[in-house]
């Protein structure tokens, strides 16, 4: 398949008789929504208040190599982007996560997250619960970034389209299903409702504007697919590891035995 630079019309109008019109475009985006994970069952039963406090900071440990990877991953499509306002409106992200100013940042209130479910700093820090399968998608979602056109690397991003659900969904049932969770550690998830709303009016108009032929539509949802398949392919390695007792080695020994990560 071609890249999306390759497909585009040079104005970014369509003069492609079969691209889908803007708001058909629009609604094939949203409908890729049917496969995010907050559907995959290790979500669903974190929501229905059926995940063990294991598998609970089982996802907070693994998650949190998301979370430390995205502001590189916003670098990276920082460093290959040579539109300066696009560059000035997309930096926000980065210092989102990072933190800024009065600001502590994101990944801050990750740790506080993985404190109120009983990880300590150290762990989270030490990436000792990452399973390779998880390293693995993460790793080759910022891989690919660092690679494509950064229209692209914003395009993988609208997975955002979906996240202020998982969200509110777990502010809305955690309280109640888990109530061992010490509830300071639900700032992450406020904070992130208003900031993914407004990444993605950002990262959706970017996409409506640019792909405007069939082939850049086509991309843009292979783009977003690729998104969803790491997203939901951590979840079937923490589903492994947590809900079937077949972490990586099991049959062999019952230590963490996986790498670390590789400099």
């Known amino acids: 398949m ?3 630079a390759s497909s585009l019309t040079p104005s970014g109008a369509s003069t492609d008789p ?18 995010y994970h907050i559907h995959h069952p290790y979500q669903v039963d974190m929501a229905e208040g059926r995940a063990t406090p294991a598998q609970i900071r089982g996802w907070v440990a693994n998650r949190f190599y998301y979370q430390v990877m995205i502001p590189q991953k916003d670098a990276a499509l920082l460093a290959n982007c040579p539109d300066a306002s696009a560059r000035r409106r997309w930096i926000q992200r980065l210092l989102d996560h990072d933190g800024f100013g009065d600001d502590p940042g994101g990944i801050e209130a990750w740790l506080a997250l993985g404190e109120a479910v009983g990880l300590t700093r150290e762990e989270l820090w030490s990436q000792e619960h990452v399973l390779p399968g998880v390293r693995f998608a993460v790793d080759a979602y ?13 395009i993988s991003s609208l997975t955002e389209l979906f996240a202020p659900r998982a969200h509110q969904s777990r502010l809305d049932t955690w309280p109640s299903h888990y109530p061992w969770i010490d509830a300071s550690g639900y700032d992450y998830f406020r904070k992130r409702l208003t900031e993914a709303r407004r990444d993605v009016e950002h990262g959706l108009t970017l996409a409506l504007d640019v792909c405007t032929t069939a082939a850049s539509q086509q991309r843009a949802l292979e783009i977003l697919q690729f998104k969803l398949d790491v997203l939901w392919s951590m979840l079937d390695a923490m ?8 972490p990586p080695y099991h049959t062999v020994t019952d230590r963490r035995a996986y790498h670390r990560g590789l400099s």
């Open 239 to 246: 589903t492994l590891a947590y809900q079937l007792d077949r």
């Open 142 to 154: 910022l891989n690919f970034v660092r690679r494509a056109d950064w229209r692209e690397a914003a």
């Open 2 to 4: 071609p890249s999306l």
């Open 18 to 35: 079969q691209a889908l019109e803007r708001e058909a475009f629009h609604a094939a985006l949203m409908a890729k929504g049917d496969y």
